[in-house]
């Protein structure tokens, strides 16, 4: 790990101007993932700015009949309130797949969203990583990539990303609230807060120099039946390589999202348009567009079959 400097912001306009005015500056949290990659260069920051006391640590209802979810509520937190249970019960789901107890303890909405890929060729510094080095080459392409995603991937890249609880969110349609630097808020859906690799994949979000976020907010609960499946090597402990958040409405429609197979968490229109199907038709709707490799093309069909177990499961239940 290199040497930093350490300071502990006091408000967030505040926050916001530091890591805008010092170069390598990044806000720590939890620090459940920025850590683990200073220990292995792969971030080295010069300076880390303590958030951690800045009051975002609050779920409260939105006038609107939404629910607002400070920027440092722990992932445990998050999942055992009693409204997110109730009411958005596939982002309760998606947490607890998550992880480890002890990391969601300390894990934080904001950061759960800002973690960086899981691909063993961006972890391995002896190999090449255009998201870790611009411009030096994907070692995944060509490479074992079986966990890697299929879908808004490109010549650049092939990194899956990580996160259970994002793919929940781009279900519900959350937005990112932040302030930038100049103090100017900005409410991001999340649909266009991760960007795809493109030739740039090293730019991860849509977050400008020295921009916090502040809070995700969800609309109005989703009526209908909340359920998240993750398919994964062992039980517990482990990403995904397939997973799918769904709500099934009481006319036989739906929405869904998926993990373990994008560039970002994934949703298309077309999917939930083909809900009233069946699983073989979402799944079919879902993956246009896929580019595979000989390693990760079981994920086609893992992704039919998965949701085929989430339509059974609607069934037994109505």
């Known amino acids: 790990m290199k040497p930093f400097t350490y300071s502990r912001a006091t408000s967030v306009a505040d926050a916001a101007k530091a890591a805008a005015s010092m170069q390598g500056a990044r806000f720590i949290a939890g620090g459940t993932n920025l850590l683990d990659l200073m220990k292995l260069q792969i971030e080295t920051p010069t300076h880390l700015i303590d958030v951690n006391h800045l009051g975002l640590d609050r779920i409260e209802p939105t006038p609107d009949g939404g629910l607002r979810i400070g920027a440092l509520v722990r992932n445990t937190d998050l999942a055992a309130d009693k409204v997110v249970r109730r009411d958005y019960g596939v982002l309760s789901r998606a947490l607890l797949a998550g992880a480890s107890g002890q990391l969601r303890n300390k894990a934080t909405t904001a950061g759960n969203l800002l973690q960086r890929t899981r691909c063993p060729y961006f972890y391995d510094t002896n190999m090449p990583c255009n998201k870790r080095k611009p411009g030096s080459g994907c070692g995944a392409i060509g490479g074992i990539s079986r966990s890697l995603a299929i879908l808004g991937v490109s010549d650049a890249c092939i990194a899956q990303h990580p996160s259970d609880m994002a793919v929940a969110m781009r279900l519900l349609d959350a937005q990112v609230d932040t302030v930038g630097a100049d103090g100017v808020a900005r409410a991001i859906p999340i649909a266009d807060f991760h960007m795809l690799p493109g030739d740039t994949p090293h730019v991860e979000t849509v977050l400008k120099s020295g921009e916090i976020i502040t809070s995700v907010t969800l609309p109005r609960p989703i009526d209908g039946t909340h359920v998240y499946r993750k398919v994964r090597d062992r039980a517990s402990y482990a990403f ?56 990760n093309e079981f994920k086609k069909t893992l992704v039919e079959r998965t949701l085929a177990s989430l339509y059974r499961q609607k069934e037994a239940r109505s």
């Not at 998926?258 to 229109?269: D, E, L, S, Y």
């Open 240 to 295: 995904a390589l397939v997973s799918v958040a769904a709500v099934f409405d009481r006319n036989g429609g739906g929405r869904f999202a998926f993990g373990g197979i994008g560039a970002k968490p994934w949703r298309t229109p077309a999917a939930d348009a083909a809900a009233s199907s069946g699983a073989k038709a979402v799944a079919e709707a879902a993956l246009s567009g896929a580019r595979t490799t000989h390693h």
